[in-house]
């Protein structure tokens, strides 16, 4: 569950947030909304859903060798970026698959069985959560945005 932004997150973060949102919207209003999700579920939640060691969510021990842990390839990520994850590989494919209904809801697109028809049965998680998720979005720049149309307006 998604809770409202408490106290006020790094102003230059909210800034650059809100900046990339006035701009978007200016061309593709339908889309303001989708920048913010796509940048924040992108970067940073689903990063720490598929990799929750580097994230400090998760910690490995010491005694733990990189080389007994299994190496990932990222999803989407450069050819080149191997992730040594502390999880099982059957955690781990559940994660990214985890994180990819989160940047679908986070873009507001829902699967269409293209690539992968088992994400289907997703959708109507999607469609009950959008609102959820876009109030949160806007709870991240809606105090600037306001802001800013007054100073434009």
């Given at each position: 569950?998604?809770?409202?932004?408490?106290?006020?997150?790094?102003?230059?973060?909210?800034?650059?947030?809100?900046?990339?949102?006035?701009?978007?919207?200016?061309?593709?209003?339908?889309?303001?909304?989708?920048?913010?999700?796509?940048?924040?579920?992108?970067?940073?939640?689903?990063?720490?859903?598929?990799?929750?060691?580097?994230a400090?969510?998760?910690?490995?021990?010491?005694?733990?060798?990189?080389?007994?842990?299994?190496?990932?390839v990222?999803?989407?990520?450069?050819?080149?970026?191997?992730?040594?994850?502390?999880v099982?590989?059957?955690?781990?494919?559940?994660l990214?698959?985890?994180s990819?209904?989160?940047?679908?809801?986070?873009?507001?697109?829902?699967?269409?069985?293209?690539?992968?028809?088992?994400m289907?049965?997703?959708?109507?998680?999607i469609q009950?959560?959008?609102?959820?998720?876009?109030?949160?979005l806007?709870?991240?720049?809606?105090?600037?945005?306001?802001?800013?149309?007054?100073?434009?307006?």
């Amino acid at each position: 569950m998604l809770t409202p932004p408490t106290g006020e997150p790094h102003s230059e973060l909210r800034e650059a947030l809100t900046h990339a949102k006035v701009l978007v919207s200016e061309l593709y209003p339908q889309m303001r909304q989708a920048v913010v999700g796509c940048f924040i579920f992108l970067r940073f939640f689903c990063p720490a859903i598929v990799s929750p060691h580097t994230a400090g969510i998760i910690d490995c021990t010491s005694s733990e060798r990189a080389s007994e842990l299994p190496l990932i390839v990222a999803a989407n990520s450069h050819p080149l970026v191997v992730l040594v994850a502390p999880v099982p590989n059957q955690a781990m494919s559940a994660l990214v698959l985890l994180s990819k209904l989160f940047q679908a809801l986070a873009s507001g697109v829902e699967f269409d069985g293209t690539k992968e028809e088992h994400m289907l049965r997703l959708n109507p998680f999607i469609q009950k959560n959008q609102l959820v998720v876009r109030i949160y979005l806007d709870n991240l720049t809606v105090c600037v945005v306001v802001l800013v149309e007054w100073l434009n307006g």
